[in-house]
């Protein structure tokens, strides 16, 4: 799932506004926050990223 030229740059987290980085995990792609505080894991869909908290991962 390769991201738009410059799109993985413009994007951050919505909960804290930290970059965030592509993950392939198992079941889908995700982008990551790269904050050690928050962490979340927002799904890719079809890909479109889902960046909506109630829809992220919480980290393990």
């Known amino acids: 799932m390769p991201l ?3 799109l993985l740059e413009i994007l951050a987290c ?3 506004h930290a970059p ?3 993950e392939t995990g198992p079941e889908t792609p995700e982008l990551v926050c790269t904050s050690s505080d928050c962490g979340l ?3 890719v ?3 479109i990223p889902v ?3 109630d ?3 919480r980290p393990a």
Request: net charge negative.
């Open 51 to 53: 960046l909506l908290v």
């Open 41 to 43: 894991a927002y799904p």
């Open 14 to 16: 919505p909960a804290c």
């Open 20 to 22: 965030l980085r592509e």
């Open 55 to 57: 829809e992220a991962r």
């Open 4 to 6: 738009e030229a410059g």
């Open 45 to 47: 869909r079809d890909d």
